[in-house]
Structure formats: structure tokens, C-alpha cells
């Protein structure tokens, strides 16, 4: 630099750039080009802000240039130059944007990057990492800028990317906007060879909608593709696009390209991704879609546009009929607006109904991949019905816990007199089948939805119905609605026979000393009526929450109140029979008191609300004991 230098200071970069560039520095990456691609993707955001800055007619110095970026390289040097038109930065913004990392889950992105060394490739290559990424292949990069704002003061950035970068005013002459010079690595010498330059370009920036000059030659093929007619896109162009959209090295799994003319003029190019996004959760900022008016960039990833249960869903939207000097403030108060987003809403649960109904296995692997997120729909009510109509959940028809039933289906299904969709929740398709709240369901042949997954209750709870017929957990299930539902025969079963009118009596009198045991840990012991098979379980009274919802609230500290239940005991069990006759014989036998504690804490372990599992265990012990001495005739 021969021009002079003023208030030359020195920075250090914050805590978790030092740990992020300390990555990238030493990352083994083998697609360390990507960095090109981000300082591409920086050139196209400045270029874009003009843009926009000047058509909303606020005042933008050397308002002339012609928005592009240039590429220059000099292999005798080893350096690289980026340069581009854009709006630039202020001394300020030049500390605030490449001091920081500002981005929200960007803290979250660099733990992952730390814990999952091997990953690193894929992951790097997956996120933006952003302008840091230049230290994958810099020795050291000078950034000179010039704001938009007329008097602005060109400022003069250098690092070398280890722990600190300085920053000067020039007093040189600068026109707007940004260069950034990198000092290559002896071993990223490539970069400064134009064949290397432009296949890099080719690949990962060839949809930036602004021109790019290596040395003065264009390399990009500037064109809006969501804008040209869909018979003339080749399947590859689409492939390509996706890819420069979304960073994936994968071909995504749906295209859904419409343009629509009426009453609303747009056009919208939309991906459903192969996969789904492990980050998602973590990186909600990633989400969105681009919005642009007239083919002029508006606003990435924009979050209004799809509701965030269908994030998954990448891609652009583009509208006449929108004014181009429009604020991303007011976007979502413009009626024009509100009625693409709709519109475009709709498209995506269109395609998604049309795939299920059509292509049912390949609905099958959408929902695997994107499921879950497509699930968070149960709050989006103007949508409900096409919502509903794509949910999917295990069921007891299911053959394992991979089978997926739609609502539809289980309705198809429903025994005569049914008027109530049943379904169970348990941590597992095996969990769930040893519910002994199964048993009334599974002699009667009823079918019950499986929900393993914890946002299924919300679901569950906040649709209430499904047409006419309402959802009841098996838990909580009201007797009176099964009773005219006739039970299928069984052969497996064991019989018993009826109880005699005495023992009748004495089981009667086991209930109320096995209340008595119990004290108030239950509100009753009653005789079952949905058991079979089972000894007892526990059950609520006019209660619509079901355990595992109570779990939930208590591990968010809601209370609910008291929550006492109460204990059905099955006759027809081979335990309740055997333990008639020891109370017949002597009602005090200690036997008792432990199997009716047993049976209480084995039904809470079920529900996963047994608090503390030792005394349940030293019983067991003991049980086991005994046994074991009675099995080798010590007894
Ligand atoms: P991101 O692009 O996701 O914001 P980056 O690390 O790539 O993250 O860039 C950080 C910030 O630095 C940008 O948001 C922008 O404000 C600023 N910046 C980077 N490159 C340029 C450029 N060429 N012109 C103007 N500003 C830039
Ligand atoms: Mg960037």
C-alpha cells in the first residue's frame, strides 16, 4: 500500500471467530473452492443492497457503475483479487461484519464443527461459513472498501486470519465498493490459474444474477430460470440451480415450478430436498425463500412466504406485481404479499397431496425425511384439512414400526359402531404393544394409532378430531363408547372359567384390602373391564390428559394438579386367580401386601412414572429369592 494511512489500530478478532477461523485454518477440506463461492455470494449480497437502495431512490454515490464483479489473479504473486460494485462498508461496519460472527446458530455450528472432526468436509461445505472461509487458502487478505454514503472515508482492512486484523482510513481515491486481495498459501496456488478460477465459478456461482469477469471475460450465465417457461428447462439446468441454492451435493427430490397470472402475477421455483436437514432445529435461520420483484433480488430466505412447517421446502419466488422499492418491513402487511404467500402454501400442500395420492411409496420416503418438521402444521388452521389428509403414524395394523397409516386409512377401517379414532403413546412400537390398555382394543380388533414421537401428542391434542370422529387415547378411553363393538375370538387366549358366586365375593373383599395397602396413592381398586391377559393398570377418571402429556408438563414444571388414578385389576389372570386363593386362605398373607405394591409400581414403571425403582427392585429380589428356593424344594 503506497497510499497514506491514517488511525492506523489494531482488533482482535472475538472469541468465536479465533475458534472458527483456528478450524479453517487447518481444515483438511478437500473443497476449500467453496471459499470462492462465499466471497462471490458477499459480492452479490453488496450488489444486490445497491440495487435496491438505489431504486428506493435513497442517495447512493457513483450511482453510475455498472453492478458487476471482477476477478483478477496474478500466478507469478500467488494472489487473488475479488472485486465488486457493491454497496461497501463503513470503517464501523467493516469492524461490526467481519469482526463478529452475527449470525444466530452460528455459535451452534461451530460446536458441531468441533465435535465431529471427521464430519468437518460435509459440514463446511453445508453452511455458509462465510467470509472466514478465505483463510482456508490466504496467508493474508487485505479488504479495501468504500461505502454507498457519499463523504464516506475508503477504509482499509488486513489480517492474517491468526488472531488479530488492523484497520485504516485511506486517503486514496475510491469508487464504491469492495476489493479483497488474498495472499494465496503455497499449496492453494491453484486459485491463481484462470482454468481453476472459472470451473470453480462454473459450479458453485453460475446463478448469481450479476455478471462476473475473470481479467475482463464473462464466466456466468446470468439468467432467472424460475422465470422462463418449464418446457424450456432442462432437468440438469433445474439440478444445478438447486445446488447453487442450497449448497446440496445431492439432486433434490421435488421440483414445483408454476407460474401464475392471475389475479396475482408470480412466478415460483420450489425444491423439496432429498434429505432432511440435520440442522434445521439448531439453524432456524436457514429457512426460507428468496424473494425477488421484477427479477431484482428483495430478500433471502425470506420466513413469510412458507409457514415453518414446510421449511424444508427451498427455492424463489418472483412477482410483477409488487413494488420494487418495498421494505422487508412491510412485507408481511402488503396484500399482495399475503396473497402469494397463500398462494404459494397452497402449491407446496398441492404437490404434497397429489404425491401421496399418486406416488404413495415416494410420499412414504418424503415423510421420513421431512415428517417431522411437516408435523409443527397442526397450528396453521386455515390449512387444517390437507393437513390432516398428510399426516401419517404407525399404527397396531402396521406390520413394525416402520408401517405409515394415514387418517384416512384408520377411518376406512373402523369396526361398526366405532366413532372414536383410538391411538396410544409409549416410547416404542414394543412398548406401546405391552400396554396393558391394549388388551380391550386388541380383542376387539380395534385399530390404534402408534405415536412414538413427542410432538405427536401435540398434535393429537390440538386437532381434537378428524372429520367426525374425535381422538381418545387408549389410557383414557371411555368403556361405554366399546362396549357395543363386538370382541373377535381368540384362540391364544387363555380361558378362564366364571368366577363362582363365593370367590366372586372374595375378590370383592381382595379389592378393598388391596385399597387398603395402597392408602392413597389410588382413588379406588376396581374389577377391569378392558383388561384381558394383563393383571391390572392404572387408569384416570374423566380425564382428558394422558400420562406421557403429564410427563411432559412436569419436566416443564407445569402443574396440573393432584394426579391420583385408578388401579384395574383383571380377574382373569392366572396372578389375580392364584392370589384369590391365598387371600381365601389367609387375608393377612404378606404375599399380598407385595404383589398388590408390585402390581402398582410395575404399572407406573410402564406409564415411565415411577419415581424411585428401588424399592420395586429389592421386592423383585426378593421374589426371585423365594422362587428359587421353592424351584429347588428348600421349601
Ligand atoms: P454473511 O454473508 O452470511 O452475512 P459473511 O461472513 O459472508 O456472512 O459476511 C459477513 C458480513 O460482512 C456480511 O453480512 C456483510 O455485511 C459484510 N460483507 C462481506 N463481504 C462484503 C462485500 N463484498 N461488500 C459489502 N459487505 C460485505
Ligand atoms: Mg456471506
Known sequence: MSTTQTDNKTFEFKAEVKQLLNILVHSLYTSREIFLRELISNASDALDKIRFKSTKGDEVADNDLPLEIKINFDDK??????????????????????????????AEFIKTLMESK??????????????????????????????????????????????????????????????????????????AEKYRLESTIKNHSNFITFPIYIKDEKVNTVSAIWREPKSSVTNEQYNEFYKFLTYDSE??????????????QFSSLLFIPKKHNDFFWMNKDNYGLDLYVKRVLIQHKNKDLLPEYLGFVKGVVDSEDLPLNISR????????????????????????????????????????????IFKLGYSDFSNQEKYMELLRFNSSSSENKDGLISLDEYVSRLKEDQKVIYYAFGSSRESIDLDPHLDIFKNKGIEVLYLFDPVDEFVINSLRKYKEYEF??????????????????????????????????????????MKSI????????????????????????????TSSMKKIMKMTHQSFGEDKKVMEINPDNKLIRNLIEVFKKDSNDPLIENATEQLFESALLLEGNLEDPHKLVKRINELLEKSSEWYLGKR
Open 472 to 513: 381418545e387415547s387408549v389410557e383414557n378411553a371411555d368403556l361405554k363408547k366399546l362396549k357395543k363393538v363386538k370382541d373377535v375370538e381368540d384362540e391364544k387366549k387363555e380361558k378362564f372359567e366364571k368366577l363362582e358366586k363365593d370367590d366372586e365375593k372374595h375378590f370383592s373383599s381382595l379389592l378393598s384390602k
Open 518 to 545: 395402597l392408602g392413597d396413592k389410588v382413588t379406588d381398586v376396581r374389577k377391569s373391564e378392558r383388561l384381558s391377559g394383563s393383571a391390572s393398570c392404572l387408569v384416570s377418571e374423566d380425564d382428558q390428559m
Open 118 to 191: 471427521e464430519q468437518t468436509n460435509n459440514i463446511i461445505g453445508k453452511f455458509g461459513v462465510g467470509f472466514y472461509s478465505v483463510f482456508m487458502v490466504a496467508e493474508e487478505v487485505e479488504i479495501k472498501s468504500k461505502s454507498y454514503i457519499k463523504d464516506a472515508k475508503p477504509i482499509y482492512w488486513k489480517s492474517d486470519g491468526t488472531g488479530s486484523y488492523t484497520v485504516q482510513e485511506l486517503d486514496a481515491d475510491m469508487k464504491r465498493g469492495t476489493e479483497i486481495k488474498i495472499k494465496l498459501r503455497e499449496d492453494a496456488k491453484e486459485f
Open 329 to 372: 418491513e412491510t412485507l408481511q402487511e402488503n396484500l399482495v404479499f399475503t396473497k402469494i404467500a397463500n398462494s404459494v402454501t397452497s402449491q407446496v400442500l398441492s404437490h404434497l397431496t397429489d404425491k401421496a395420492k399418486n406416488k404413495p411409496e415416494e410420499y412414504v420416503e418424503f415423510w421420513k425425511q421431512h415428517g417431522r
Open 77 to 106: 504473486k500467488n494472489t487473488l483479487t475479488i472485486s465488486d460494485t457493491g454497496i461497501g462498508m463503513t470503517r464501523d461496519e467493516i469492524i461490526e461484519n467481519i469482526g463478529t460472527i452475527a449470525k444466530s446458530g452460528s
Open 251 to 264: 439432486p433434490p427430490m421435488d421440483i414445483i415450478h408454476k407460474s401464475v397470472d392471475a389475479p396475482i
